[in-house]
Nanobody
Framework: QVQLVESGGGLVQAGGSLRLSCAAS????????IGWYRQAPGKQRELVAT???????FYVDSVKGRFTISRDNTNNTVYLQMNSLKPEDTAVYYC??????????WGQGTQVTVSS
């Protein structure tokens, strides 16, 4: 059952920007911290950023200062604004909640490819 849907990925040159979107159901959006994760080829999925219901944010060091996570309460969407993209940012990006992650429930993700 689809709970969250990612979109906005694409191909961009190093130094460019992309804005990812995560559309969630209202109940999911109102009740859960939502995180962005990414998985590069040959690597484990890793947490990138999170945003709480109250709007508190967290970023891993590798994206701090370049990525911004935000939420739009009018349309139940979480965004990830990615600036100054690097080739090492290339990955499939997913959004998820802590509970769905624990159950192993993931969407299709959205591919981000950064060329050097």
């Amino acid at each position: 059952q689809v709970q969250l849907v990612e979109s906005g990925g694409g191909l961009v040159q190093a130094g460019g920007s992309l804005r990812l979107s995560c559309a969630a159901s209202g109940s999911i959006f109102r009740s859960n911290t939502i995180g962005w994760y990414r998985q590069a080829p040959g690597k484990q999925r890793e947490l990138v950023a999170t945003i709480t219901v109250g709007g508190s944010t967290f970023y891993v060091d590798s994206v701090k200062g370049r990525f911004t996570i935000s939420r739009d309460n009018t349309n139940n969407t979480v965004y990830l604004q990615m600036n100054s993209l690097k080739p090492e940012d290339t990955a499939v990006y997913y959004c998820n909640t802590r509970l769905l992650q624990a159950f192993g429930s993931w969407g299709q993700g959205t591919q981000v490819t950064v060329s050097s």
